[in-house]
Structures are given as structure tokens and as C-alpha cells.
């Protein structure tokens, strides 16, 4: 019995280490912002164990919700490049289940891993917090805002200039998620990230400074100013022009209402086609027919090879019959010739003799040449 139970479970290691089969369960929660962080080292121990190789591999992930080719629309993923952690990230919405699929790419064997990890979304045990603030930060990347101490670094001093414990962060968005643009490659430029934190604590006052009309103003000629002094030293540069605060809860989106599309007349929709449809009389016009006809051809056909081949016999018969008859007077006819050329006794045809000789001018009767033409000179000495 331990025997067994052992086995099972060397058989689910060996199932989880090569088939991809450990399933993963996490459980983030709605409103609250949850990173899922796809550790590029283990995967490639993973590749290591699985081929032997020493070198470190370049990898890539591909993430999807189960049975659907996209992940959900809550759900981003980032990876900065091959050798980077990628990363899950993401505010969910509403509680349940949900499965994703994660595959893992060695790019230089290409090599692939498949695993599951469940994602347990759980409700908000409290109300949403009231007061909302998303700050943009200048100088990060969303891929460095996503590690658990970022965040932390983030947080600590916002709980101070905010005088209380009770801050989350609720989203962690791309600037070029917002419309920003792709800075230039140089160092020190980054995308830019929007953070959006919650509490339950009014937002301090240096915070409602910078959303007068006239730091807006100021804003839009391009300048840049300031608030709370306390998080000057961090090493978070944060966009004062682009700070916005929500001090209530936004009313939660009442489902859009379509308006019905008028028509002039009655809408006579199509009947419910549910009942059984016979496809016997198709079957038969587009299968039976085409094969009738041919075989009426063909029976045409062998009838007329067949049947009607006795009078082409007929026919050849009575052809050799005429030829034979053609030929035996052929031959009476040169047999007759034959005969009369035996007993001729005519003067030379006309036409064989000589009459006008164009040099003399001479002519000649042909009565009177008795000669044969052989002794006539064809060329007459010039006189
Ligand atoms: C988080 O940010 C993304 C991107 O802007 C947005 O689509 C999503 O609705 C946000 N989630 C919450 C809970 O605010
Ligand atoms: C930040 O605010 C400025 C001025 O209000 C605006 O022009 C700019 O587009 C904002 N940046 C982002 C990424 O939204």
C-alpha cells in the first residue's frame, strides 16, 4: 500500500518535471493590483535538467486563458527580453475561475514547456477604497514597477506624505498602455508608468494642490512643477501634471441600453428551421441522375459498337467485292493497251516532232519529216 502511494507520487514528480503537469494555484484578488512573475532562471534549471546543456538559454513565453487563444482582459503580460523574467500582471474585476495556459520557449533549442497556473479570483473582503490617485512615474518601466519591492519602495514613503497604513495598490498600467509613446533608446529614458493607489483616508493636501486650474494652465505652457517635498528624494520621479485624483466611487457602469432599429413595415423573421430536413430528393438529383444519364450512354454506346457492327462487316465485304472488280480492269485495260501498242503502225504523235525552229525561222510540215528526229541536229551550224 506505501509502496504504492510512493510510486504515485515519483510518477507525479516525473509527470510534473517533463509533462508540464504541476498545476499552479494563486489567488489574487478583485480591485487589488496582482503581479504573477515568470522566473526565467527556474525555466531555464527546467531547460538545464531536461538537456544537459551548461549554457543559459534565451527564453520566451506565450500566455492564454484555456481554450481561448488571448489571455483575459484583465490580464497583461510583459517580458523585456529573453533573458528577463517575464511577468502577469493585472487588476481583476470580478471573482471565480481561470485557467492559464503558459508556454515556455527555449529560443536557441526550441525547446517548450507547458504549464497551468489557476488563478483563484476572490471578492474583496472590504469595500473599495474611496480615494483614488494614479500618479504617473517618469523614470520606470512597468517591468521594474512589478517586483514585490518596487512596490514596496513605492508605497512607504506615499504612506507617510498620506499619513496612513492603509494604502494598496490597485493598478499598474504601461504609459503606452495610455497613450504614451515609445521613448528613444537612449539611457536613462523609460516608458513611463501609471500607478493607481487606493485608501481609505482623505487624500493629503500637497496631492489636491497640483489639480487647481492654475497648475493646469501651468501645465499646458510645459512647465513642471512640484508637490510634497517628502517624496522628492525618492528615486521615483513622479509627473505632477499628470496626477488624478478620485475622491468617490464611480458609479458603477449601468449596462449600455441598444435601442431597437426602427422598420418601415412589418419584420417578418425567418420561421424556426429546428424540424428534421429530408435530404433524400437532394441526394437523389445530385447523385442518381448523373449516373442514370451515364448509364444510358453507356448502354447507347455498347449498343452501338455491338449490335450495329454486322453492317460495317457488311459494308467492308461489299468494298473488297468493288475492289476486286476495279482491279480486274485495271488489268483487262493494260492487257488491251498492251496489245495495241504490239501491233502500232501510226506516224510519230505530233507533238514529239520538231515544227518551227526559232533560230531559221524555218518551218517545217511535220507530213514531211519522214526522218526520225534523232538525225535532226538540235543545234543547226550557223551559216
Ligand atoms: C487596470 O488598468 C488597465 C489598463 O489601463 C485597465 O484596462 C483596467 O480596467 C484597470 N483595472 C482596474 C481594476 O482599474
Ligand atoms: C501628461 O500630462 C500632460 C499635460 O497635462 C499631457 O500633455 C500628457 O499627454 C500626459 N501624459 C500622458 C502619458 O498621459
Not at 526550441?110 to 490617485?133: G, N, Q, S, T
Amino acid at each position: 500500500m506505501a509502496s504504492g502511494r510512493v510510486a504515485l507520487i515519483t510518477v507525479f514528480f516525473w509527470l510534473c518535471l517533463f509533462g508540464g503537469l504541476c498545476d499552479q494555484n494563486v489567488y489574487p484578488k478583485v480591485g487589488t493590483l496582482f503581479v504573477h512573475k515568470l522566473d526565467a532562471e527556474d525555466y531555464q534549471q527546467q531547460f538545464l535538467n531536461k538537456s544537459g546543456n551548461e549554457q543559459t538559454q534565451p527564453i520566451s513565453f506565450y500566455a492564454n486563458l484555456e481554450g481561448f487563444p488571448d489571455l483575459p482582459g484583465w490580464l497583461r503580460y510583459t517580458q523585456r527580453s529573453p533573458w528577463h523574467s517575464g511577468y502577469l500582471y493585472g487588476s481583476p474585476n470580478t471573482p471565480g475561475k481561470q485557467v492559464i495556459e503558459i508556454t515556455v520557449y527555449n529560443r536557441h533549442k526550441f525547446e517548450m514547456l507547458r504549464e497551468k497556473i489557476i488563478f483563484h479570483i476572490r471578492a474583496a473582503e472590504d469595500v473599495p477604497p474611496p480615494f483614488r490617485a494614479e500618479f504617473l512615474v517618469e523614470n520606470m518601466d512597468v517591468e521594474e514597477m512589478l517586483p514585490p519591492e518596487a512596490q514596496h519602495n513605492f508605497q512607504v514613503p506615499l504612506q507617510t506624505v498620506w499619513n496612513t497604513q492603509r494604502l494598496s495598490i490597485i493598478n499598474i498600467t504601461s504609459a503606452l498602455d495610455k497613450g504614451g509613446r515609445v521613448p528613444l533608446p537612449l539611457p536613462g529614458r523609460k516608458e513611463g508608468v501609471f500607478i493607481k493607489m487606493g485608501s481609505v483616508v482623505p487624500f493629503p493636501k500637497c496631492f489636491t494642490d497640483s489639480q487647481t486650474s492654475e497648475i493646469r494652465q501651468k501645465c499646458q505652457q510645459g512647465e513642471k512643477p512640484v508637490f510634497c517635498q517628502e517624496l522628492i528624494q525618492n528615486d521615483f520621479v513622479i509627473d505632477w501634471c499628470n496626477v488624478s485624483l478620485v475622491d468617490k466611487l464611480e458609479p458603477s457602469p449601468s449596462p449600455p441600453i441598444y435601442k431597437a432599429l426602427e422598420f418601415d413595415g412589418d419584420f417578418n423573421p425567418p420561421p424556426d428551421t429546428l424540424e428534421e430536413i429530408y435530404y433524400l430528393p437532394d441526394y437523389m438529383l445530385t447523385l442518381l441522375l448523373p449516373i442514370l444519364v451515364a448509364l444510358l450512354l453507356c448502354l447507347l454506346l455498347s449498343y452501338v459498337m455491338c449490335c450495329r457492327r454486322e453492317g460495317v462487316e457488311k459494308r467492308d465485304a461489299n468494298t473488297a467485292e468493288l475492289q476486286l472488280v476495279h482491279q480486274q480492269s485495271i488489268f483487262s485495260n493494260t492487257e488491251e493497251l498492251r496489245k495495241m501498242a504490239a501491233d502500232r503502225d501510226v506516224p510519230r504523235p505530233l507533238s514529239t516532232l520538231p515544227m518551227f525552229n526559232s533560230r531559221t525561222g524555218q518551218r517545217t510540215s511535220p507530213m514531211d519529216l519522214t526522218d526520225d528526229s534523232a538525225r535532226v541536229p538540235l543545234i543547226l551550224s550557223q551559216h
